[in-house]
Nanobody, 123 residues
């Protein structure tokens, strides 16, 4: 499964952003998926995750209440909507597909990684 992330860019604090992760295979619908991010000098961290059917989600405390993860399996796509962006949200954002489900996901759970898409939030 190949994943292609897009939607990053330069935004101002307080703005909203929507990221997309498109998969190359219809079997993507069988994979729980997470959005992770990695800032320079820091470890990759989970932002949000969603079950294969979309019925279960989990958010990191740092984005809870201002983010929404969703998926459209007919389009092989997982989305991440983030509102009220902060400078500390600046990072490269990656989507990843996992075979299993646990909460929270970790990088070690990911079988397929997408490319990173850079999000920069200016103050």
């Amino acid at each position: 499964v190949q994943l292609q992330a897009s939607g990053g860019g330069l935004v101002q604090a307080g703005d909203s952003m929507s990221l997309s992760c498109v998969a190359s295979a219809r079997t993507f619908s069988a994979y729980p998926t997470g959005w992770f991010r990695q800032a320079p000098g820091k470890e990759r961290e989970l932002v949000a995750q969603i079950s294969w059917g979309g019925g279960s989600t989990y958010y990191a405390d740092s984005v809870k209440g201002r983010s929404t993860i969703s998926r459209d399996n007919a389009k092989n796509t997982v989305y991440l909507q983030m509102n009220s962006l902060k400078p500390e949200d600046t990072a490269a954002y990656y989507c990843g597909a996992s075979v299993g489900w646990r909460i929270p996901m970790s990088s070690e759970d990911i079988h397929y990684w997408g490319n990173g898409t850079q999000v920069t939030v200016s103050s």
